[in-house]
């Protein structure tokens, strides 16, 4: 932790407990309401008054509460939920979903599964309702098992096509070596074959449990009357699962590499990253801030001399890539801080040297003007990603899982507010010297720089 925060962190905290002389005033207008049951279930709302609204379950039951033998159940899971209950079948199921006008989704990510549903205000009650059913009450038969177990398949198929993805697998699975996050999301084939009902069973009575969940809800919904939903339809879900469902696995990150080597490629896919940190560690917000110095380029977009990323000036001018992507993945506890990028096997050895220069510089000499313009960037944007009801109600469950609350707009504000060039270069030398690098790459690498070679220029 470094100086700046810990001392916001004191400040922050003298400050509640003298709240008697503070006036009581809401922070986020609108305001997001926070409640609880006597299960653990959390509700978190606000309420923005329009017509419509989004509204549903952020459970944390990713792929890092799996086992090697079960890796893929969490996302097989998902993919069961709209395939009948026990009072619906899937095609009474679509058809009310259809009627109502309504749009239902999930999804799986390593540390959550997200069950969600677009509607009318006036129909909230249906779609919880809805909701509870298939979390609740899904029948998992063995013919609709069979039929997704193909779905899945072919998901996978298409995610080897996809260079991205694929590269961040690989680069999960060289950073996270043998722990969960080191497994994909859809876990192996041999697992997607095997994967029975009992499987399924047993992972959801382990994790979709009330205390790992948060009902969210964003839009036109009156925060009381979800409360009173979520009691109704959720309140005798059963607490905790099985002893150690709760656990968290602790996924130590490694320095390596991973190689894929493809001569028919035109062009090399690869990822570069160092050890991030988790959600709760306050140096995230600089590393945040960092990441956005770096930014990313295309060189098909075009670009004018004002560009923000000093690394894209530097490759555009010597045209070392086709295109770049910072990235800053966060976990619990741990997290990827890197950049991937597209480049030709004959530049890619410049283009890493490159990104290695432009890390080191920002340990280094980043300017009081670059670390404010990335401030209002990222502030900007972060407001701009709130545009209607379903990012508001992705932003409240997220944080809702990983903090246990939203963090108000002035806090984010006062925390960006004590971010300056100094604490930039600390934290990122703090992260980025003398530390453990991680690369996955496919494509003609057969000249790709030796991994010792890259984890030497981390000095």
Same mark, same amino acid.
């Given at each position: 932790?470094?100086?700046?925060?810990?001392?916001?962190?004191?400040?922050?905290?003298?400050?509640?407990?003298?709240?008697?002389?503070?006036?009581?005033?809401?922070?986020?207008?609108?305001?997001?309401?926070?409640?609880?049951?006597?299960?653990?279930?959390?509700?978190?709302?606000?309420?923005?008054?329009?017509? #419509?609204?989004? %509204?549903?379950?952020? +459970? *944390?039951?990713? /792929?890092?509460?799996?086992?090697? !033998?079960?890796? &893929?159940?969490?996302?097989?899971?998902?993919?069961?939920?709209?395939?009948?209950?026990?009072?619906?079948?899937?095609?009474?199921?679509?058809?009310?979903?259809?009627?109502?006008?309504?749009?239902?989704?999930?999804?799986?990510?390593?540390?959550?599964?997200?069950?969600?549903?677009?509607?009318? #205000?006036?129909? %909230?009650?249906?779609? +919880? *309702?809805?909701? /509870?059913?298939?979390?609740?009450? !899904?029948?998992? &038969?063995?013919?609709?098992?069979?039929?997704?177990?193909?779905?899945?398949?072919?998901?996978?198929?298409?995610?080897?096509?996809?260079?991205?993805?694929?590269?961040?697998?690989?680069?999960?699975?060289?950073?996270?070596?043998?722990?969960?996050?080191?497994?994909?999301?859809?876990?192996?084939?041999?697992?997607?074959?095997?994967?029975?009902?009992?499987?399924?069973?047993?992972?959801?009575?382990?994790?979709?449990?009330?205390?790992?969940?948060?009902?969210?809800?964003?839009?036109?919904?009156?925060?009381?009357?979800?409360?009173?939903?979520?009691?109704?339809?959720?309140?005798?879900?059963?607490?905790?699962?099985?002893?150690?469902?709760?656990?968290?696995?602790?996924?130590?990150?490694?320095?390596?590499?991973?190689?894929?080597?493809?001569?028919?490629?035109?062009?090399?896919?690869?990822?570069?990253?160092?050890?991030?940190?988790?959600?709760?560690?306050?140096?995230?917000?600089?590393?945040?801030?960092?990441?956005?110095?770096?930014?990313?380029?295309?060189?098909?977009?075009?670009?004018?001399?004002?560009?923000?990323?000093?690394?894209?000036?530097?490759?555009?001018?010597?045209?070392?890539?086709?295109?770049?992507?910072?990235?800053?993945?966060?976990?619990?506890?741990?997290?990827?801080?890197?950049?991937?990028?597209?480049?030709?096997?004959?530049?890619?050895?410049?283009?890493?040297?490159?990104?290695?220069?432009?890390?080191?510089?920002?340990?280094?000499?980043?300017?009081?003007?670059?670390?404010?313009?990335?401030?209002?960037?990222?502030?900007?944007?972060?407001?701009?990603?709130?545009?209607?009801?379903?990012?508001?109600?992705?932003?409240?469950?997220?944080?809702?899982?990983?903090?246990?609350?939203?963090?108000?707009?002035?806090?984010?504000?006062?925390?960006?507010?004590?971010?300056?060039?100094?604490?930039?270069?600390?934290?990122?030398?703090?992260?980025?010297?003398?530390?453990?690098?991680?690369?996955?790459?496919?494509?003609?690498?057969?000249?790709?720089?030796?991994?010792?070679?890259?984890?030497?220029?981390?000095?």
């Amino acid at each position: 932790m470094f100086r700046n925060l810990s001392k916001f962190g004191v400040n922050l905290q003298r400050a509640v407990s003298h709240n008697i002389q503070v006036p009581e005033r809401v922070l986020n207008i609108p305001e997001t309401k926070i409640s609880q049951l006597s299960n653990g279930l959390r509700i978190a709302s606000e309420d923005s008054g329009i017509p #419509t609204c989004t %509204v549903g379950l952020w +459970i *944390d039951a990713g /792929s890092r509460y799996e086992t090697e !033998s079960n890796n &893929g159940v969490a996302h097989f899971l998902e993919h069961m939920a709209f395939k009948g209950t026990a009072t619906r079948n899937q095609t009474s199921l679509e058809l009310e979903v259809e009627n109502m006008g309504a749009h239902l989704n999930a999804c799986t990510s390593r540390e959550q599964t997200i069950f969600q549903a677009k509607c009318l #205000t006036k129909d %909230v009650k249906r779609a +919880i *309702d809805i909701l /509870s059913d298939i979390i609740q009450s !899904s029948k998992y &038969g063995e013919n609709e098992i069979e039929i997704e177990r193909g779905v899945i398949l072919r998901e996978m198929q298409e995610i080897e096509m996809n260079l991205q993805e694929l590269v961040f697998d690989h680069l999960h699975a060289a950073a996270f070596q043998n722990t969960p996050l080191g497994r994909t999301i859809l876990g192996p084939i041999e697992n997607i074959k095997s994967i029975s009902r009992k499987d399924l069973v047993e992972f959801k009575s382990n994790h979709y449990v009330a205390s790992k969940m948060v009902l969210a809800g964003a839009g036109g919904i009156q925060h009381e009357e979800l409360v009173g939903l979520a009691e109704k339809y959720f309140g005798s879900l059963k607490s905790h699962g099985i002893d150690g469902s709760d656990f968290l696995n602790v996924c130590n990150f490694t320095g390596s590499e991973s190689r894929l080597v493809d001569e028919s490629m035109p062009v090399v896919h690869a990822a570069l990253a160092v050890e991030g940190c988790g959600w709760m560690n306050p140096e995230s917000y600089p590393l945040l801030i960092a990441n956005i110095l770096i930014g990313n380029w295309d060189r098909s977009h075009g670009s004018g001399g004002n560009i923000y990323s000093k690394l894209a000036h530097k490759v555009g001018a010597k045209n070392l890539c086709h295109n770049f992507l910072s990235f800053n993945t966060c976990y619990k506890d741990t997290g990827l801080w890197g950049i991937y990028l597209v480049s030709d096997g004959k530049t890619l050895n410049d283009m890493l040297f490159t990104v290695q220069e432009e890390w080191n510089r920002l340990c280094t000499s980043v300017t009081e003007e670059e670390v404010t313009r990335a401030k209002n960037l990222f502030l900007t944007n972060s407001l701009l990603l709130l545009d209607g009801s379903t990012p508001i109600f992705e932003d409240i469950g997220r944080q809702m899982l990983n903090y246990n609350r939203r963090i108000p707009l002035p806090e984010m504000e006062a925390r960006l507010e004590m971010i300056n060039a100094d604490v930039v270069r600390e934290v990122c030398s703090n992260y980025l010297k003398k530390k453990p690098v991680t690369i996955a790459a496919i494509g003609p690498i057969e000249n790709m720089v030796d991994y010792n070679t890259l984890q030497k220029r981390m000095d």
